[in-house]
């Protein structure tokens, strides 16, 4: 089965014109998530608007810091392969090119923003029900290679007062229901230094 990154890219519309009003413009809403890459990664495609008098583009990518590749393409989209670093939350692109009298115009850079997927609660369901004393077992899904898990469990629903937190590597744990009340729980994903959003919140009673 396909393992999938979502990945969203900046909605704003960027577009930078030349002195001739020539432009190119990239797409702010297209399809980007193709497939999980190997070593883990994925894939983007990007697209933008063709402009006629341009019969080739150059392709750049950026990190925060530098130029990671540049790539000369005929075509006005094209599909390219990331490798899962250290820091990569965000990536830039921009494409270039050369009209009939020399002039070169480029889009700006535009910003991709990478998120990892959020872990699916799975058990104990919203609202389940344990008596005091009896273990409750917790297990979520997730179809990344998460490197690590941060569970939380609170007497709030806004987290303020977490009664247990630990950072795991596998997708369930285990907590000693010595108290009773109702209680709170969420979990996130570390990929190295990169984190998921936490994931949805879900609550169970001990009485």
């Known amino acids: 089965s ?3 990154f979502d990945i969203i890219e900046s909605s704003r519309e960027r577009i930078l014109l030349n002195s001739n009003n020539k432009k190119i413009q990239t797409s702010s ?17 990007l697209h933008w608007k063709k402009v006629l008098e ?14 990671l590749s540049s790539e000369k393409i005929n075509n006005s989209e094209i599909e ?9 939350n965000r990536f830039y692109y921009q494409i270039t090119g050369s009209l009939e009298d020399g002039t070169i115009i480029s889009s700006p850079l ?21 008596k005091k004393n009896n273990s409750v077992q917790f297990l979520w899904l997730n179809s990344l290679p998460i490197d690590n898990y941060d569970i939380q ?3 709030d629903f806004h987290f303020k007062n977490i009664l247990y937190e630990i950072k795991i590597n596998s997708k369930t744990t ?8 109702t209680f709170y729980w969420r979990v996130r994903g570390w990929i190295q ?15």
């Open 174 to 181: 285990v907590f000693p229901s010595t108290k009773k009340g």
């Open 193 to 207: 230094k990169s984190s998921s959003e936490w994931s949805t919140i879900r609550k169970f009673y001990i009485y």
């Open 110 to 130: 535009t910003e991709i923003l990478v998120e990892i997927e959020t872990p699916q609660l799975h058990e104990p369901s919203d609202g389940a029900e344990y």
């Open 54 to 67: 341009i019969e080739k583009y150059e392709l750049h990518i950026f990190n925060e810091q530098n130029l």
């Open 29 to 45: 809403r297209a399809p980007l998530v193709i497939k999980q890459t190997e070593p883990p990664g994925f894939y983007v495609q």
């Open 80 to 88: 390219i392969p990331f490798n899962i670093t250290s820091e990569m």
């Open 153 to 155: 469990i609170s007497d």
């Open 2 to 4: 396909k393992k999938y």
